[in-house]
């Protein structure tokens, strides 16, 4: 049975304020945290055994999934003491695998929702006797990206990183943050200092002459390191665009988790998600949205492709667009943000007193 190792470390710091409180994998998506997502699908392709490698607010994980026997997992958990990068991370959890020197092992991130047929990608690594075997997708514009070229039979030629003018930009493959490595390979990253996959050990490997092999896997894929990104992925997993055998509900247009309160003309869609102790009141329009738990969103207020923080208050008539509020803050009656605005957690914005036009209905 492969086993897998899931990169949790990351502070997030893109996604702040998400992440003053919470750690990035622990952010709820379509109602629970996003890791439950990953988890579920791991399970479903057969993997049992699940190392997490934590640093950032590392205390949080644990207590949520324990030994993971509610998933039908056995996890795991290994803190950095300092961050360690992501061959680095790796390496430090080793000593927790089972496998055998020429058995496959999973490794990915804990920031990418995607619908990568994971069973196929073991599958590819096994047949075609790579060292390491990584997942593939294509992007429109891959400039935000390392660039993964690939010859005629799928194998690794280059690792470009972040290319900027059009004559660097050779492929639209990117690293889809999924491999698979052959378990003797693992134990090659140095374990004494911070190490980049990205950046050091792949190539390297490559210099050296080892076998990496590319998958280009099209499904669903999605970084979700930004707000507006996590927003659309958790909306995504509520319409059923993103496979995950974790979303607690159907999927449709709305999710309301239980304990949330619902007024029954608020209107919810575009596959809005309303967290436990929640409240939508009389007239209000949440759309493409999540609504973390405890907050409330007063009368008449219209909340578009936002996040809403745990325990935040969107006031009434205040209109969010593409916002950002952090946990426990505040916004007043007849306010409008929008644009990718962010408001800290605990912050409070008073009543009528931020505009983006001059009327805001």
Not at 93 to 107: C, F, I, Q, T
Not at 151 to 171: H, M, N, S
Not at 177 to 195: K, M, Q
Not at 326 to 334: E, H, L, N, R, Y
Request: aromatic letters at 4%.
């Amino acid at each position: 049975m492969t086993e897998a190792i899931l990169l949790v470390g990351g502070k997030g710091t893109r996604l702040r304020p998400l992440t003053v409180n919470t750690p990035k994998p622990m952010v709820p998506a379509a109602g629970v945290p996003f890791l439950t997502h990953q988890l579920a699908r791991a399970r479903a392709a057969g993997i049992d055994h699940i190392v997490l490698a934590t640093s950032y607010l590392a205390e949080v994980f644990e207590p949520h999934f324990g030994d993971g026997s509610a998933l039908g997992l056995h996890l795991e958990y290994v803190t950095e003491e300092e961050p360690l990068g992501t061959g680095g991370a790796i390496r430090n959890v080793a000593a927790k695998l089972r496998s055998a020197p020429g058995d496959p092992v999973l490794v990915f991130n804990g920031d990418i929702l995607t619908g990568l047929d994971i069973a196929g990608l073991v599958r590819t690594h096994r047949t075609r006797g790579a060292d390491v075997t990584l997942h593939l997708t294509r992007v429109p514009d891959p400039r935000a990206f390392g660039l993964v070229p690939t010859d005629d039979t799928g194998r690794v030629t280059a690792f470009l990183e972040k290319p900027q003018t059009p004559e660097e930009i050779v492929t639209d493959q990117i690293n889809a943050g999924a491999y698979v490595f052959t378990r003797s390979v693992i134990d090659t990253i140095p374990g004494d200092r911070p190490v980049s996959v990205e950046r050091e050990t792949f190539p390297g490997l490559l210099a050296e002459g080892a076998h990496l092999q590319g998958l280009v896997d099209s499904t669903y894929w999605l970084d979700l390191g930004t707000p507006q990104a996590f927003v659309r992925g958790s909306a995504d997993l509520v319409l059923g665009r993103a496979p995950s055998p974790a979303v607690p509900g159907r999927r449709g247009e709305w999710l309301v988790m239980d304990g949330a309160r619902v007024a029954p003309d608020a209107k919810l869609a575009g596959g809005t998600a309303v967290g436990p102790g929640a409240e939508v009141h009389a007239g209000a329009l949440v759309e493409g949205s999540t609504v973390l738990r405890d907050a409330v969103v007063e009368p008449g207020a219209v909340v578009r492709d936002s996040l809403v923080g745990a325990g935040a208050r969107i006031g009434a008539r205040t209109v969010l667009d593409g916002a950002v509020i952090g946990d426990g803050a505040v916004i007043g009656a007849d306010n409008e943000l929008r644009e990718g605005i962010r408001v800290w957690c605990g912050a409070r914005v008073a009543d009528g007193s931020v505009r983006f036009s001059a009327d805001c209905s």
